[in-house]
Nanobody, 116 residues
């Protein structure tokens, strides 16, 4: 049974930072591509960042230079460090493992609100 559990969301002021965590069970994050997506109210879900099994990373254009995806293989956890947060970063953030056999798995999401 694959489970992805996100945490670390909250309310932060513009310019602030947050670190999101995604703890995986049933899969090894080091052996899978792991993604962070977000969805704001009334908008489509968008890819924020991804990390491949080989350690390569990719980022959405809107977060390049501000967000950093990483993983801790010993803790089987993927992180998203978010810096210089903007109000437009407000969204529910989801952890995703897209290529587990024929299945794609999602976490329940964690709310990030950037507001003064």
């Amino acid at each position: 049974q694959v489970q992805l559990v996100e945490s670390g969301g909250g309310l932060v002021q513009p310019g602030g930072s947050l670190r999101l965590s995604c703890v995986a069970s049933g899969i090894r994050v080091r052996a899978n591509t792991m993604n962070w997506y977000r969805q704001a109210p009334g908008k489509q879900r968008e890819l924020v960042a991804g990390i491949s099994s080989g350690g390569g990373t990719n980022y959405g254009d809107s977060v390049k230079g501000r967000f950093l995806i990483s993983r801790d293989n010993a803790k089987n956890t993927v992180y998203l460090q978010m810096n210089s947060l903007k109000p437009e970063d407000t969204a529910v953030y989801y952890c995703n493992a897209p290529f587990v056999g024929l299945n794609s798995y999602w976490g329940q999401g964690t709310q990030v609100t950037v507001s003064s």
